[in-house]
């Protein structure tokens, strides 16, 4: 069965650092597209993070409002992806979800990229930011 | 970005009838060379992740029961539940691949059973 299992959250200060994890199962996270999407408490959801398969370089891309804060990896020998998290603000407040994202490559106005919707969802780590 | 917008907000359906639920993007999510729209649904029930249910505007996702429906082009998308059930109470959102990978998602449209 394919499944991701999202652990790491917790509550934390501001300006602190956390990682998130998400194991993998049923498939190989280093072959895959992954992603990190956030839904902020009674809201709608927000794209974080892309990490592009190995096979396919490994690219990494962040969303505006957490670029230079947070990085995206994985470990292949764990078949885990991670979020790490610095410099937390009230604002990244959130479930974290952890998704595989599934699409086509095709070229775009400034490169060529990978365009995709997610199919597998994680259930979901808790962050909350707060003093 | 492109903006998704997705309306109404909320609605109200009985049991056994169609709910419809729009999405409208601020450009085109139409790619030219391959005329497939960019564009997928997911439900999210309380307390769930969210769940795919269309891709490319209106391949349903395996598993997900045909009365559920996915139709439109360019900047107008509609998802279609043609009979609604007890089970479909949730909150649909609409999202765009069009731009990567800077993905956008819609506000959400919370289902209930009127």
């Known amino acids: 069965e394919v499944q991701l299992v999202e652990t790491g959250g917790g509550l934390i200060q501001p300006g602190g650092s956390l990682r998130l994890s998400c194991a993998a199962s049923?498939?190989?996270?280093?072959?895959?597209?992954m992603n990190w999407v956030r839904q902020a408490p009674g809201k709608g959801l927000e794209w974080v993070s892309l990490?592009?398969?190995?096979?396919?370089?490994?690219?990494?891309y962040y969303a505006d409002s957490v670029k230079g804060r947070f990085t995206i990896s994985r470990d292949n020998s764990k078949n885990t992806l991670y979020l790490q998290m610095n410099s937390l603000r009230a604002e990244d407040t959130a479930v974290y979800y952890c998704?595989?994202?599934?699409?086509?490559?095709?070229?775009?106005?400034?490169?060529?990229?990978?365009?995709?919707?997610?199919?597998?969802w994680g259930k979901g780590t808790t962050v909350t930011v707060s003093s | 970005d492109i903006v998704m917008t997705q309306s109404p907000d909320s609605l109200a359906v009985s049991l056994g009838e169609r709910a419809t639920i729009n999405c409208k993007s601020s450009?085109?999510?139409?790619?030219?060379?391959?005329?497939?729209?960019?564009l997928a649904w997911y439900q999210q029930k309380p307390g769930q992740p969210p769940k795919l249910l269309i891709y490319?505007?209106?391949t349903r996702e395996s598993g997900v029961p045909d009365r559920f429906s996915g139709s439109g082009s360019g900047t107008d998308f509609t998802l279609t539940i043609s009979s609604l059930q007890a089970e479909d109470v949730a909150v649909y959102y609409c999202q765009q691949y069009y731009i990567t990978p800077s993905i956008t998602f819609g506000q959400g449209t919370r289902l209930e059973i009127k």
């Open positions: 490319w505007a209106s």
């Open positions: 990490i592009y398969s190995g096979g396919s370089g490994g690219s990494t």
């Open positions: 998704a595989r994202a599934l699409g086509v490559h095709g070229s775009g106005s400034s490169g060529y990229y990978y365009y995709y919707y997610m199919d597998v």
């Open positions: 450009q085109s999510v139409l790619y030219s060379s391959n005329n497939k729209n960019y």
């Open positions: 049923g498939f190989t996270v280093s072959s895959s597209y």
